[in-house]
């Protein structure tokens, strides 16, 4: 993601968005593996498995899925209009540079949430 994400950097063309999407179709579904084997792997280590509380735990984790889902967009369409495209880089610059140490805390780490 994050040299995908670098590409914008250079320059927003149809080519870089291109190799963007490209990037982020390819890298973004071993993320979102590991971050849901690892919630699964959390509800397995609760009492009795989790069983009581799964479906909340899911319920819960596409509440908050969604919601980062729904601010960006309704923050680049409240701001859009004076944004360089640059600025546009560095927010997903900064936002794939989140991804990746929230999958080393998280996931490489073993940590406990």
């Known amino acids: 993601m994050v040299v995908t994400t670098g590409v914008l950097m250079y320059e927003i063309s149809m080519v870089t968005l291109l190799i963007f999407m490209i990037g982020n179709a390819f890298f973004n579904p071993p993320i979102r593996n590991s971050y849901t084997s690892h919630m699964y792997l959390l509800m397995s280590s609760l009492p009795n498995n989790g069983k009581k509380l799964k479906t909340e735990l899911?319920?819960?984790?596409?509440?908050?899925?969604?919601?980062?889902?729904?601010?960006?967009?309704?923050?680049?369409?409240?701001?859009?209009?004076?944004?360089?495209?640059?600025?546009?880089?560095?927010?997903?610059?900064?936002?794939?540079?989140?991804?990746?140490?929230?999958?080393?805390?998280?996931?490489?780490?073993?940590?406990?949430?």
């Open 58 to 113: 899911i319920v819960t984790r596409q509440i908050f899925l969604s919601i980062g889902r729904i601010v960006p967009i309704v923050f680049f369409m409240l701001f859009a209009d004076g944004m360089d495209y640059h600025l546009v880089a560095w927010i997903s610059m900064i936002t794939a540079v989140t991804q990746l140490v929230l999958y080393y805390g998280i996931v490489q780490k073993n940590v406990k949430l």
